[in-house]
């Protein structure tokens, strides 16, 4: 086989066991890797309703077949876990040279079970794995580990690593790596700590084996330029994501103050104009050649790697304005290990729960100082933290029905920096998400405001689940970044070639979305089989953007309309061959080669 080493290496903490698993090519041809493959391991290897933090809950690192070789941003790698914020599916992709080395270990995936007696890194070098003592690590921020590791093993390794917020079980703590490349928004860091595994260090010298070597590397060539080449590669090399603060705001979708509105008086003071005359340096993820990580000294001079994502739900969600403010939040949150977005949706909640009185502990809007020590409270759990640790769905329960209507998530995961309360597909596109409320799957929000802003049209459905399969489907599982794609527009066409050349098989775009629908369907086969039921309410936006109007700028009065929306819902769920309920339908399953779900769903819903 080429392109994959049909080879998973498992690892048991309790036991310090270690296998190597041979898996069937059909496996890599049905799921492709990353995410494909994550979800089929943790559907095989799970047990049906385990507690994520339970020794018996598996945790995923995979990568793809383009991983480790010189393509357009290939150097990414998937985390993936049932997750403690959802009880559901969930992972996340972060850049980092883990995925070049455990390629060249041999491996298209690690599956870590177990929990270690006591703090542990993983020190794994080709087929050789060594359980390292890790209690010096342990209660480390995730720049000082890393260093350490850096000293121990040299530069030449791939590392994953959590910080406090994972150690202390923090719901939304990710996996980090190379100074704040960060991932695994539904709690992946927490899971990693859960086992008191700190870190993965990993080193590979083999060499991978695909099938035509010197026409990946035209393609591969050929699609480096093109981005090179590109209209819009000067100005995103200048702003990256940062320029979406400014369009964001021009069209009315800038979170602001818990997403109450779309748009902020004092945008300007987190712009991507004002991050490039602060700009001191930039990084990035292995193999790209358009590096997005904006860096700029905070306000306390150190250095701070800036998005669209964090800017925004840590600027204008939380009222902060100030742009070395925000970096300031913004490199503490990546220094414990604490997913942003989750983040300034927590802030943002307790925020606006403060002012409606419905908590005792007040916190005002862009208080920088509190916000501060409120997040590293959060990281070790630390009064008033402990109650943010648990994430927006849990905090709401606790604080009764108002409190719901603008808890601000879907199924449990915090939304992502746009306000849909005029952005209907956006809005679908969060609400059918399969790890919750997050943009990687399907940005529908640029396509919606060029096109028909206001519809809730089958046109849009189409094209979200046209992007849910690309994005979600294809990026995901090959583990390669979509911004190419999505920001300097290369082909999609050079992502089926450079798969066919490096696999010796010939695939097309096609294919790939037959891979990305069997993908999706079993990830709702795998949330409907941990939550025993599934109804159209899982899949619904907050009730914010169908209750609470906008009221400034061009679209005041604007929200959501609740019966266009579930006839959106129902055409999606058509299209994708699911029932009323949101339930795949038997010939669903059938047709996508998922049989072996039907008799475990059997046993929690009625197939249709
Ligand atoms: S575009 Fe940005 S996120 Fe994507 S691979 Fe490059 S640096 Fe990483």
């Not at 995936?109 to 177990?114: D, M, R, S």
């Not at 009064?383 to 029905?401: C, I, K, Q, T, Y």
């Not at 010796?504 to 709702?524: F, M, N, S």
Request: include cysteine.
């Amino acid at each position: 086989m080429y392109g994959w080493w049909g080879r998973v290496l498992y690892i048991n903490l309790t036991t310090k066991r270690v296998k190597e698993v041979a898996l069937d090519a059909s496996i890599y041809a049905e799921y492709l890797g990353g995410r494909g493959l994550a979800v089929k391991l943790l559907w095989d290897l799970n047990p049906i309703g385990v507690d994520p933090y339970s020794p018996y809950s598996h945790l995923v690192i995979a990568i793809g077949p383009l991983s480790s070789l010189p393509a357009p941003s290939s150097g990414k790698v998937q985390v993936a876990a049932k997750s403690p914020l959802t009880l559901g599916y969930g992972d996340g992709n972060l850049g980092s040279m883990a995925s070049y080395h455990l390629k060249r270990c041999g491996y298209d995936a690690l599956v870590v079970t177990g929990v270690a007696k006591k703090p542990t890194y993983l020190y794994i070098e080709d087929g050789k794995v060594e359980f390292r003592d890790a209690e010096d690590l342990w209660g480390l921020d995730t720049f000082t580990t890393e260093e350490k590791l850096i000293k121990e093993h040299g530069r030449n390794v791939g590392i994953l690593l959590i910080g406090p917020a994972g150690e202390n079980l923090v719901r939304y703590a990710t996996v980090v790596s190379q100074r704040g490349r960060s991932g695994g928004r539904p709690g992946m860091g927490a899971v990693m700590g859960s086992k008191r595994l700190k870190a993965i260090v990993v080193k590979g010298s083999r060499e991978p084996m695909i099938a035509d070597r010197e026409k990946f590397r035209k393609v591969a060539e050929e699609a480096y330029n093109k981005i090179l080449k590109s209209e819009a590669y000067e100005f995103w090399i200048r702003q990256g994501t940062m320029a979406t603060i400014v369009w964001s705001q021009q069209n009315s979708v800038l979170p602001t103050m818990n997403f109450r509105e779309g748009l902020w008086e004092e945008y300007e003071s987190i712009s991507g104009d004002l991050m490039e005359k602060l700009k001191v340096a930039r990084r990035g993820c292995p193999y790209c050649n358009m590096q997005c990580g904006n860096v700029i000294h905070d306000i306390a001079g150190e250095e701070s790697e800036l998005d669209y994502e964090n800017v925004a739900m840590l600027g204008s969600n939380i009222f902060l304005s100030d742009l070395r403010r925000v970096a300031e939040v913004n490199k503490l949150a990546d220094k414990l290990g604490v997913d942003t977005i989750s983040l300034g949706n927590a802030l943002g909640f307790y925020m606006e729960a403060s002012e409606r009185k419905l908590v005792d502990e007040r916190l005002e809007w862009g208080d920088h100082r509190e916000i501060k020590r409120l997040v590293v409270d959060i990281a070790y759990r630390r009064g008033l933290g402990a109650f943010l640790a648990e994430g927006v769905m849990r905090m709401a329960r606790s604080l009764g029905r108002e409190a719901m209507d603008f808890a601000m998530h879907v199924k449990g995961l915090e939304i992502s920096a746009y306000d849909c309360h005029v952005a209907p597909a956006m809005a679908l596109a969060y609400a059918t998400s399969p790890i919750g409320a997050h943009h990687k799957d399907a940005w529908i929000i640029a396509y919606e405001v060029k096109t028909d802003r206001l519809g809730y049209t089958k046109e849009k459905v189409e094209r979200l689940i046209f992007l849910q399969d690309v994005r979600g489907g294809m990026f995901e599982s090959l583990t390669t970044c979509r911004l190419p794609w999505v920001e300097v527009g290369l082909d999609l066409d050079y992502y089926p070639k450079l798969l066919s050349a490096a696999t010796g098989v010939t695939w097309t775009l096609d294919d790939i979305r037959v891979v990305a629908h069997r993908i999706y369907t079993l990830i709702r086969a795998y949330w409907i089989r941990e939550h025993g039921y599934w109804s159209h309410e899982f899949d619904y936006p907050p009730a914010r953007w169908f209750k609470h109007p906008l009221t400034k700028g061009p679209y005041a009065g604007g929200k959501l309309d609740f019966e266009k929306f579930n006839r959106m819902l129902d055409m999606y769920y058509e299209m994708r061959g699911w029932d009323e309920r949101g339930v795949p339908k038997k010939e669903t399953l059938k047709k996508l080669n998922l049989e072996f779900t039907i008799s475990i769903l059997e046993k929690v819903v009625e197939l249709k």
